[in-house]
């Protein structure tokens, strides 16, 4: 069993940046991929970015790329999303998630937190 928190959540202008984290506790942290999804109202959940047991290797969804970077601290048992250059679409809770292996679908991941508002407002 893992539990996730995330925090950081907020109301930003367009062009402005957010950092959200999520904080891991129970079973091994390390031996998780771990994932940031998004869902806006009347939408489905979609995948945002995910990230390696090790760290080392990450996946972004298109409208990540080059703007967000997600980062784990195994030792802190934390995984991060630095959103920059954020826009009004980018408005959505979003939730971090648990899995064995990477994956870019919310199906994937056996674990979720509660999520975190975002708003961007233009």
């Known amino acids: 069993q893992v539990q996730l928190v995330e925090s950081g959540g907020g109301l930003v202008q367009a062009g402005g940046s957010l950092r959200l984290s999520c904080a891991a506790s129970?079973?091994?942290?390390?031996?998780?991929?771990m994932g940031w999804f998004r869902q806006a109202p009347g939408k489905e959940r979609e995948f945002v970015a995910a990230?390696?047991?090790?760290?080392?290797?990450?996946y972004y969804a298109d409208s990540a790329k080059g703007r967000f970077t997600i980062s784990r601290d195994n030792a802190k048992n934390t995984v991060s999303l630095q959103m920059n250059s954020l826009k009004p679409e980018d408005t959505a809770v979003y939730y971090c998630?648990?899995?064995?292996?990477?994956?870019?679908?919310?199906?994937?991941?056996?674990?979720w937190g509660q999520g975190t508002q975002v708003t961007v407002s233009s």
């Open positions: 990230i390696r047991r090790s760290g080392g290797i990450a």
């Open positions: 998630a648990a899995a064995f292996l990477p994956s870019l679908v919310p199906g994937g991941y056996d674990y």
């Open positions: 129970g079973r091994t942290f390390s031996s998780y991929a």
